[in-house]
């Protein structure tokens, strides 16, 4: 680590930011001094976002003062963010999939020739520059959305330095990256800082953060709480910091089950061309068998297969020894099986509607008698599993987009056991969610495998894998390279099997 | 008592409260303008105009929330109205009965449009236009553009009859409204139509019959249309080739306006039944109050403007109406 000037860049003070129902952020001060990163970390609702978008113009603080270069400014929109300086590297990327890689660094800069057409040369040329200073070579000319994740935020990264940002906001960067993906990401944020660039680094990853940031500041419930040293802190204090208490990691023990009972689901020979091909593996009741690989491993496709949501080419899906052919949602549900899909707002929720509707949408015919829905009976329900699940919401009837992530989750695990099913398809059921409800849905988990639910478990947490399933299963482009056991194996094994 | 105000704000503060008050103000500030506004027979009549475009919003409303769009109601209506008024005067059946078929066409020509969309992948916007200029065409193919005269007295009931002092087809309006909004409210179907506009591959996933859905509710449509198409065969004494020509937009309006999402996923039927009559109560005011009826359509298209304008500002859930209306001028 270099020594860092003690330029300060950007300084905030006292902001505060109020949202219907709660104080998002109550009178924080930051600073960001030249040629250091600097991560914020805190639980999702912490205010870590907020104050992100406070910073690169999105949202105005109801109180406090914002300057830059020691010169006090209202940042009111992001192409002001953009004019001092401040870029922004979103978690969810927002380029034009349909664009070129060139068009994409230099989207809204383009240059033009006379009478405002594309001077594609210079263009081609302004941008390969710019890739260079990033250090990296990606073909100009192929569509962005061929690319890999990893490829397209450094077309992301490109696109600030376009504009010539002094300041960068990385906003979980590394949630969908591969371990190497992630240290060519250091790489270019080291090469950024050596330049006198300054970042702002937000991460649930606190191994990474204690690798790559100078300074780390905590925030818990939209307050200030304490400024910590990399060089001397641990990730247990880092934790003990954000949620405020001790976080009780759910005990390992190794469960017992026996393989002679017949199998919850039987998957052989399954393929889907272009997907997965030749997969084939049992689940018991008991169990949770993880799915382990890098991302687009096609661990994904595979269990949308499973589900019903696509049609495999060959293979066939035993639920119980009894066959199902062309398998879909409807008769998937009928069998038992539950689904929680990776992306929670695209796949998983119904935003509008409140947490009870959300939470009975698969279980309506339970409650309904000649075709009314009885919502006293359907309220009885949703109460029992708002309280057992511990979900956190000022009532039934609130919206469920104003639940935090974790909250969110719970209300389409009820849904779930609601149906009473009894296999479970966890597809990364922990992204985005913070360290308290990550502890809390295992804690769930383990709950319901002791009550003979079988549940397949993937996660692009390779530690989450590990602690918390039975059996692990390696996938790789595709195919099953192996089977470890959860509490025998290590991330390197994991790894070496994979790629092996 | 603050706190029994903010109770009894908390209650009026409701999703349709806004455009009732709307409603509200617009009847005070006419019946102070015009002395002929409020009268027995100036609102029997407005309601009885609305009426027609408010039982076929109904359905479009059904559609709107769900995510799609019927833009063939009119359509569906002109060309039921023929087909029942036809049945009538060639055949020696009773004519309810053949309004009854009448219904079924449309219900049939709304299966035909949720086959296409669910079924087929067409757009809603794109497949019930095309069928729409269909229906209007095969109007003229069946009358030549002559209308279907020499309707059975008995059938003139529906469109014409009172029942005390209420107008039948406004009778027939409430009990549609009360039974849509029981639908959507109470019923598997309604919560699904609401999932299926708010999300529709998180509607798949958690078991629903989409395209099933789709269907019934473009069905729906279809038959209100068809409903309505009758009622004002009946009230015109003939089935009129004209008939629908310029009831879509009423019908989107009336939803827009009473707070549905063209997005989809929001909506009710309560907001719907206020939008159809500000509109209805909208035109009367301009007749009354002697305005040019040339401006009718310049108000009308502003209004929804607005409405919609004022959604976005509700979802927005800015506090300060100045602070959104200062940001808009600032772009």
């Not at chain 1, 994740?149 to 990256?177: C, H, K, N, W």
């Not at chain 1, 309280?387 to 956190?392: A, R």
């Amino acid at each position: 680590m270099k020594e860092i000037n003690t330029k300060t860049v950007l300084e905030v003070k006292k902001i505060s930011k109020h949202f219907p129902g709660v104080q998002a952020l109550h009178e924080v001060s930051l600073s960001l001094r030249e040629g250091e990163v600097h991560a914020v970390i805190g639980e999702n609702g912490a205010g870590k976002s907020t104050l992100m978008k406070i910073i690169f113009g999105l949202l105005q603080p109801d109180a406090g003062e914002i300057y830059y270069n020691g010169r006090q400014v209202v940042i009111d929109n992001p192409i002001t963010a953009q004019r001092l300086g401040i870029g922004i590297v979103p978690q969810e990327l927002n380029l034009v999939p349909q664009l070129s890689v060139a068009e994409n660094i230099l989207l809204g800069m383009v240059p033009k020739k006379r009478f405002g057409l594309i001077d594609w040369n210079r263009m081609q040329q302004d941008a390969a520059a710019i890739l260079e200073t990033v250090g990296e070579v990606i073909d100009l000319k192929r569509k962005t959305a061929e690319l890999s994740v990893a490829q397209q935020q450094i077309i992301q990264i490109a696109r600030a330095m376009a504009f010539g940002a002094r300041v960068l906001i990385y906003d979980e960067p590394t949630a969908s990256l591969t371990q190497k993906e992630t240290e060519g990401l250091f790489k270019i944020i080291n090469s950024f800082i050596e330049n006198k660039g300054s970042v702002f680094y937000i991460s649930h990853r606190l191994e990474e953060i204690l690798r790559i940031a100078h300074r780390i500041t905590v925030l818990r419930d939209g307050c200030y709480i304490t400024e910590l040293d990399p060089k001397q802190t641990t990730t247990d204090e880092m934790v003990h910091y954000m949620v405020g208490r001790e976080i009780k990691k759910a005990k390992r023990t190794a469960r017992s089950f026996n393989t002679d009972q017949t199998p919850a689901l039987e998957v052989n020979n399954l393929t889907r061309h272009g997907e997965f091909s030749g997969i084939s593996f049992r689940l018991y009741p008991g169990e949770i068998l993880g799915l382990a690989g890098l991302v687009g491993a096609g661990r994904t496709e595979l269990v949308r297969c499973i589900f019903g949501e696509t049609q495999p080419d060959e293979g066939s899906i035993q639920i119980y020894q009894r066959e199902i052919d062309h398998p879909s949602p409807i008769k998937s549900i009928k069998n038992g099986i539950g689904f929680l899909p990776e992306e929670r707002r695209k796949l998983g929720l119904f935003p509008v509607l409140s947490v009870s509707q959300n939470m009975t949408m698969s279980t309506l015919g339970k409650y309904t008698k000649w075709g009314r829905i009885n919502q006293r009976r359907e309220a009885v329900d949703v109460k029992k599993y708002i309280d057992e699940l511990k979900i956190k919401t000022p009532h039934p009837r609130q919206l469920v987009k104003n639940l935090s992530g974790g909250n969110q989750q719970k209300v389409i695990l009820a849904r779930w056991m609601l149906t009473g099913c009894k296999i479970l398809i966890l597809d990364e059921p922990t992204r985005g969610i913070d360290v308290g409800a990550k502890a809390e849905i295992f804690q769930l988990l383990q709950e319901m495998v002791a009550q003979g639910y079988a549940v397949i478990l993937i996660s692009s947490e390779l530690q989450e894998v590990i602690d918390y399933a039975d059996r692990i299963l390696i996938m790789h482009e595709g195919r099953l390279k192996g089977e470890v056991k959860g509490i025998e194996t290590t991330q390197e094994e994991i790894m070496r099997m994979a790629l092996s | 008592m603050p706190k029994l105000a903010d109770q009894i704000w908390k209650k009026l503060k409701f999703r349709e409260s806004g455009i009732i008050l709307a409603l509200l103000i617009m009847c005070f500030g006419l019946s102070l303008a015009t002395p002929s506004f409020l009268t027995a027979f100036n609102l029997g009549m407005v309601i009885r105009q609305v009426s027609f475009t408010a039982i076929i919003a109904l359905g479009q409303t059904l559609v709107l929330i769900s995510g799609g769009i019927d833009l063939s109601v009119g359509g569906i209506a002109g060309l039921s109205a023929i087909v029942g008024t036809l049945l009538m005067t060639s055949t020696a059946m009773d004519p309810y009965l053949c309004a009854l078929i009448a219904g079924l066409f449309g219900l049939f020509c709304g299966l035909l449009n949720g086959f296409l969309i669910a079924k087929i992948g067409l757009n809603p916007f794109i497949a019930t236009l095309g069928t729409g200029e269909v229906f209007y065409g095969l109007i003229l193919v069946l009358t030549k553009g002559y209308p279907v005269l020499g309707l059975p007295q008995k059938f003139l009931w529906l469109g014409q009859g009172m029942i005390g002092v209420v107008p039948v087809p406004v009778i027939i309006m409430i009990l549609t409204a009360v039974i849509v909004a029981y639908i959507l409210k109470n019923t598997p179907f309604g919560r699904y139509v609401y999932a299926i506009g708010g999300n529709e591959s998180a509607a798949n996933l958690v078991g629903i019959n989409v395209p099933r859905v789709k269907i019934s509710v473009f069905a729906i449509s279809g038959f209100l249309a068809a409903l309505s198409g009758m009622l004002y065969a009946s009230r015109m004494a003939g089935g009129q080739p004209t008939t629908g020509q310029t009831w879509v937009m009423p019908t989107v309006t009336a939803a827009i306006i009473g707070g549905t999402s063209l997005a989809g996923g929001e909506g009710t039927i309560l907001g719907t039944m206020v939008g159809a009559i500000l509109m209805g109560v909208l035109t009367n005011g301009i007749v009354l109050l002697n305005i040019s009826s040339y401006w009718e359509r310049v108000i009308i298209g502003v209004v929804v403007i607005l409405a919609v304008i004022i959604d976005i500002f509700r979802n927005k859930k800015e506090n300060n109406p100045l602070a959104f209306i200062k940001k808009i001028f600032a772009k």
